[in-house]
């Protein structure tokens, strides 16, 4: 393989010039960079990480914090991420951070301690008060995406306003008995994502005079958990409502199909919407409020880059947007139909 030696010699200049013409760092006459530029791509010459970190003073590395990968969300942002990235030659450093966990406490004591990154991004992350000291302290530019603001730079859909559209939209369609499905029963585990949503559904109910009959039914954002919860829910014909909102989509869907297997049809005994667009949500015919993680992933970079570029520039929040796509999962009440009585677990 080519070394920085073999591309000055071949373009005619010092290694010094060479590198400076590859790297970026410092100045080189347009003439010569294209000289050494050519010459490397003649030679096949690669840099490597070390070698550019010893000239620019960065590892060519984002820390990239993840609470799991085993939901849609996270995995679609982190795509996004690592698309951004290789287009700018960075590598992806992947830091598991699932809440109360001994490999979380192992990530902010040891593994980001160590500051082999230019910059993190943060998906999802709820960092109580001693890690978001932490993270302060590394002194490395922070974006977070889809949960908590770090107070840096973020991306993320308006959760706060998804919750109450979602909500709004079985209001205008006539329904008053919703119930919100999905959320960790002991809130330790909610993302702050998710306590949006449900602080959205919360104010449209009390816009439209329902706060008593708000409900909450808790339960893991699983598709498993979203199936749980709408069979207590729903298994109570003398309680059972006339529409759900799940928290999200894999919940939505878990509540659809616990619907089917009770015998209650939707949408014309139970209108259901989610939050995301999930690749299951029109396979479902779901009505969801649509966000586009990949778009965010990539966001998070050019966020990141910038502040690496200009660590004094002011913070940014993008909210991307999330538009309601309506389906054939929610329908006016009927009321006749909503009141059909004998549909059991």
Not at 91 to 104: F, N, V
Not at 167 to 191: C, K
Not at 257 to 271: E, F, K, N, T, Y
Request: proline share 4%.
């Amino acid at each position: 393989m080519a070394g920085i030696a073999d591309v000055a010699r071949a373009a005619g200049v010092s290694k010094s010039t060479a590198s400076r013409a590859l790297t970026g760092a410092g100045y080189v006459s347009e003439e010569t960079r294209g000289r050494v530029q050519d010459a490397a791509v003649a030679l096949g010459y690669v840099p490597t990480t070390s070698a550019v970190s010893l000239v620019t003073g960065r590892t060519q590395t984002i820390g990239v914090v993840v609470p799991t990968l085993d939901r849609w969300f996270f995995a679609h942002v982190l795509e996004g991420i690592q698309d951004a990235l290789l287009e700018r030659r960075y590598d992806l450093a992947l830091y598991g951070a699932q809440p109360e966990s001994d490999a979380r406490n192992a990530m902010f004591e040891h593994f980001l301690a160590r500051k082999r990154f230019d910059g993190l991004i943060a998906v999802g992350i709820e960092p109580s008060a001693h890690e978001l000291e932490r993270l302060v302290a590394f002194g490395k530019p922070v974006v977070s995406v889809g949960g908590y603001d770090l107070g840096t730079n973020a991306v993320s859909i308006d959760d706060r306003a998804a919750g109450r559209i979602a909500t709004e939209h079985l209001l205008g369609l006539g329904h008053r008995a919703i119930t919100f499905v999905g959320g960790d029963p002991d809130g330790r585990r909610t993302s702050f994502g998710d306590r949006q949503r449900l602080d959205g559904y919360l104010g449209a109910m009390q816009a439209a005079g329902l706060e008593a009959s708000a409900r909450h039914a808790p339960c893991e954002v699983t598709m498993p958990g979203g199936y749980g919860a709408a069979v207590e829910v729903l298994g109570d014909r003398r309680t059972r409502p006339t529409a759900l909102v799940g928290v999200c989509d894999e919940v939505a869907v878990g509540a659809v199909i616990a619907a089917r297997r009770l015998g209650i049809r939707v949408p014309d005994q139970l209108s259901v919407v989610g939050i995301d667009d999930h690749a299951y949500a029109e396979m479902f015919s779901l009505t969801t409020l649509q966000q586009k993680p990949h778009q965010q992933g990539r966001a998070a970079v050019q966020l990141l880059m910038w502040q690496l570029d200009d660590p004094d520039a002011p913070t940014h929040r993008i909210y991307e947007a999330s538009p309601l796509v309506v389906r054939s999962s929610t329908a006016a009440i009927d009321d006749a139909s909503s009141a059909i009585v004998g549909v059991g677990p």
